[in-house]
């Protein structure tokens, strides 16, 4: 069975500044999603970011980076000049890529990020 | 806009008085689901459908019922409401079972 392990479950930052927010993942799959979701205090689940396994570049969205490592099993979100909206739970999401499965996202505990002014 | 919305947004019931937690998505998924979120267990999933009269249970479905009729709608019933229903509820939707689900605002359910 696939799990999803993040070691952080608090980190800071401050505005402006740079945070990088670690994930590992147990798979035998050679397919498979990533993802990193945010969950403000509104409760809300909103995707961040997204990886395909089967592609070696690194996802970037805006201030927004993954550092996908596939032999390592790890991908890891780096948040540039961080903003006091920035600050939320940050939750690690993988997603098989093979039929037959429940399509579940199976979860890492989450970390908890705050912004510093 | 593209989106999945849930009603009602926050609940507060009694045990045994059933309720329906509606999920609607506008994108045309074939795949919904429906998650339950609570402190220190994360976020685990409960019912899904690959399609209109097509659902299979998650990991923890005992105490639902969840229903397809339609592609778009995706309810989520509790006949007989207890308190260890008492949790935060997302519907999610994605175009297969893999790739990106897209969730909806969460329901706060409180079962007394």
């Known amino acids: 069975a696939q799990t999803v392990t993040q070691s952080q479950p608090e980190m800071s930052v401050q505005e402006a500044e740079t945070v990088t927010l670690s994930c590992t993942y147990d798979t035998s799959e050679s397919d498979y999603y990533l993802f990193w979701y945010k969950q403000p205090p509104s409760r809300q689940m909103i995707l961040v970011i997204r990886?395909?396994?089967?592609?070696?570049q690194n996802a970037t969205e805006n201030r927004f980076s993954v550092n996908f490592q596939k032999a390592a099993k790890s991908f890891s979100l780096k948040i540039s000049d961080s903003q006091l909206g920035d600050a939320a739970m940050y939750f690690c999401?993988?997603?098989?890529?093979?039929?037959?499965?429940?399509?579940?996202?199976?979860f890492g505990k989450g970390t908890k990020l705050s912004v510093k002014p | 806009e593209a989106q999945v919305t849930q009603n009602p947004r926050y609940l507060i019931t009694v045990t045994g008085k059933k309720l329906t937690v509606t999920c609607s998505q506008n994108?045309?998924?074939?795949?919904m689901s429906w998650y339950r979120q609570d402190p220190g267990l994360g976020l685990r999933q409960i019912y899904y459908?690959?399609?209109?009269?097509?659902?299979d249970k998650g990991d923890v479905p005992e105490g639902y019922k969840v229903s397809r009729k339609e592609k778009r709608n995706f309810p989520l019933i509790l006949e007989s409401p207890s308190p260890n229903q008492t949790s935060l509820y997302f519907c999610?939707?994605?175009?297969?079972?893999?790739?990106?689900?897209?969730f909806g605002e969460g329901s706060r359910l409180t079962v007394l």
């Open positions: 459908s690959m399609n209109v009269e097509v659902t």
């Open positions: 999401a993988y997603r098989t890529h093979y039929g037959g499965s429940q399509g579940n996202l199976i």
């Open positions: 999610a939707s994605s175009w297969t079972r893999s790739g990106e689900l897209f």
């Open positions: 990886q395909e396994a089967y592609k070696q």
């Open positions: 994108m045309n998924h074939e795949y």
